[in-house]
Nanobody, 126 residues
């Protein structure tokens, strides 16, 4: 079972930037697509971004497109989420997850991801 550990969250003013990291254990990191989700208080966990196993394809929620960038370093077993132009509505706990299937094709559904991390809090003040 892979273990995922997120880091990099914090408090930032609107318009600022943060870079989240997610470190994965094990030797199969490069075989799976990875994703970022977020959950605000009282809301369901929602898709933010995903990246194919080789980094060649990326997928974004409309709400973050043009502001967030997902990337990965397979040599370091790490996936990143660069968040720019942050807004108060980006405030949430951010989770990374590994795709359940080797053939992930961009679905934003939580059901196609597993092995969730513990999450990191991002708070954007206005």
């Amino acid at each position: 079972q892979v273990q995922l550990v997120e880091s990099g969250g914090g408090l930032v003013q609107a318009g600022g930037s943060l870079r989240l990291s997610c470190a994965a254990s094990g030797r199969t990191f490069s075989s799976y697509a990875m994703g970022w989700f977020r959950q605000a208080p009282g809301k369901e966990r929602e898709f933010v971004a995903a990246i194919s196993r080789d980094g060649g394809s990326t997928y974004y929620a409309d709400s973050v497109k043009g502001r967030f960038t997902i990337s990965r370093d397979n040599a370091k077993n790490t996936v990143y989420l660069q968040m720019n132009s942050l807004k108060p509505e980006d405030t949430a706990v951010y989770y990374c997850a590994r795709a359940l299937s080797l053939s992930y094709s961009g679905s934003p559904s939580r059901a196609v991801f597993g092995s969730w991390g513990q999450g990191t809090q991002v708070t954007v003040s206005s």
